[in-house]
Nanobody, 121 residues
Framework: QVQLVESGGGLVRAGESLRLSCAAS????????MAWYRQAPGKKRELVAH???????NYADSVKGRFTISRDSAKNTVYLQMNSLKPEDTAVYYC???????????????WGQGTQVTVSS
């Protein structure tokens, strides 16, 4: 069984920073891409940032220049450094991982439980 456990959410004021972490654990063989998504009330879940196993990143236009995704492959952990936060960044942030499992062919998608980020004006 594979688990993704997020941490680091909270309540901050506009202009402040937060750092989210997501650690993968369990019976996994290899993690391919990892990503952060977010979902605000009444809106669809959207991709925030994505990082490949080779370290290639891409970002939603709304967070470019403010957010940075990184990963520590030795710890099976992905991070999201969020600077200059805005009220419109308020959402539940979800970690996503695409990975390979021992024995089973193919790749699989896993999600974390989500962590709330609230930015006050």
């Amino acid at each position: 069984q594979v688990q993704l456990v997020e941490s680091g959410g909270g309540l901050v004021r506009a202009g402040e920073s937060l750092r989210l972490s997501c650690a993968a654990s369990g019976s996994l063989f290899r993690i391919n891409a990892m990503a952060w998504y977010r979902q605000a009330p009444g809106k669809k879940r959207e991709l925030v940032a994505h990082i490949t196993s080779g370290g290639i990143t891409n970002y939603a236009d709304s967070v470019k220049g403010r957010f940075t995704i990184s990963r520590d492959s030795a710890k099976n952990t992905v991070y999201l450094q969020m600077n200059s936060l805005k009220p419109e960044d308020t959402a539940v942030y979800y970690c996503h991982a695409n990975l390979n499992l021992p024995v089973l062919p193919g790749d699989y998608d896993y999600w974390g439980q989500g962590t709330q980020v609230t930015v006050s004006s």
